[in-house]
């Protein structure tokens, strides 16, 4: 069982940024790529980055987002510039896990990220 727990959201004006961080705890062997989604209101839960051998963003978020990682404390940040109002959801934390022939998909509470003036 792996535990994903996500921190720093908040309120910040257009223009402003915010860096979310995401702790992994408990049986985290075999993680493999993680990666934060975000969902607003009466909207489909979207991918916006991806970290993995490589990184990926939405086209949306890309050029102003920055996904990184700390393998040895199991941590994955998401540094965000250049912030706009459509930017305003809640931000969840996923990690996929391999452990023999059976692939894991987690989850964490999600963090609010409110852009406004």
């Known amino acids: 069982q792996v535990q994903l727990v996500e921190s720093g959201g908040g309120l910040v004006q257009p223009g402003g940024s915010l860096r979310l961080s995401c702790a992994a705890s408990?049986?985290?062997?075999?993680?493999?790529?993680m990666g934060w989604y975000r969902q607003a209101p009466g909207k489909q839960r979207e991918m916006v980055a991806l970290?993995?051998?490589?990184?990926s963003y939405a086209a949306s978020v890309k050029g102003r987002f920055t996904i990184s990682r700390d393998n040895d404390k199991n941590t994955v940040y998401l540094q965000m510039n250049s912030l706009k109002p459509e930017d305003t959801a809640v931000y969840y934390c996923?990690?996929?896990?391999?452990?023999?022939?059976?692939?894991?998909?987690?989850w964490g509470q999600g963090t609010q990220v409110t852009v406004s003036s």
């Open positions: 996923n990690a996929e896990q391999e452990v023999v022939t059976t692939t894991r998909i987690y």
């Open positions: 408990g049986s985290t062997f075999g993680l493999y790529t």
């Open positions: 970290i993995g051998d490589s990184t």
